[in-house]
Every structure is written in structure tokens, then in C-alpha cells.
């Protein structure tokens, strides 16, 4: 199994920064990608950016040039994942969720999911 826990959403005025920070915990050497979705009220999810094991990353194209994924290496047992958000505009608002595909077996790949954190972007 692979825990993840978000951080670093909240409030800010459009043309301002966050980073959010997802920390993974268990089963981290099983896993293959890591990434960010959000999902803005009455809207359906939509993937905003993620990287591979080997460090690809993807970025939706309404983020492109703003918002920034990376990771950290391993340490004490727990791997970090980051995104930066440059000159955030209002329909950036929404529940932002990590999440990671990692291999429950050679054959078989499973998602886990953080609990999301708010980010507001006020016009």
C-alpha cells in the first residue's frame, strides 16, 4: 500500500505562488508515476501534471508555463512530490489531489489517493 497526504493549499490573489506538497509513505520503491488532479466545483476531475518513476513529466495545457512538478529523492522512508503554482488565476480554484500508480504485483498497477487540499485563487 502507498499513503499520500497533501499540504500547502489555500488562499491567494491571482498572479500569486503555492506550492503543494504530497508526501508519500508505505510501499514507495512500488512506485511507477505521481501526480496532481484537481477538481473545481460542478466540474469534472482533470489531471493538471505528473511524472514518471524515470522523471517525465505532463502538464495539462491550461498550466503550462505556470505551475512546476517535481519530486524529491527518498528520505526517512518517505518520498515527496511538489507543485509549484506561478501566477495562479481565479479558474485555478479547486480541490487539488495527489495521486500514485504504483505495482501491487509485476502485473498489476494500483492508484492511491490523497485526501486533497483547497486552493483559492481570489480575482
Known amino acids: 500500500q502507498v499513503q499520500l497526504v497533501e499540504s500547502g493549499g489555500g488562499l491567494v490573489q491571482a498572479g500569486g505562488s503555492l506550492r503543494l506538497s504530497c508526501t508519500a509513505s508505505?510501499?514507495?520503491?512500488?512506485?511507477?508515476?505521481m501526480g496532481w488532479y484537481r477538481q473545481a466545483p460542478g466540474k469534472q476531475r482533470e489531471l493538471v501534471a505528473s511524472?514518471?518513476?524515470?522523471?517525465?513529466?505532463?502538464?495539462?495545457d491550461s498550466v503550462k508555463g505556470r505551475f512546476t512538478i517535481s519530486r524529491d529523492d527518498v528520505k526517512n522512508s518517505v518520498y515527496l512530490m511538489y507543485l509549484q503554482m506561478n501566477s495562479l488565476k481565479p479558474e485555478d480554484t479547486a480541490v487539488y489531489y495527489c495521486?500514485?500508480?504504483?505495482?501491487?504485483?509485476?502485473?498489476?498497477?494500483?492508484?492511491?489517493w490523497g485526501q486533497g487540499t483547497q486552493v483559492t485563487v481570489s480575482s
Open positions: 508505505g510501499n514507495i520503491f512500488s512506485i511507477n508515476a
Open positions: 495521486y500514485a500508480d504504483w505495482y501491487s504485483s509485476s502485473y498489476d498497477v494500483q492508484r492511491s
Open positions: 511524472i514518471t518513476s524515470g522523471g517525465r513529466t505532463n502538464y495539462a
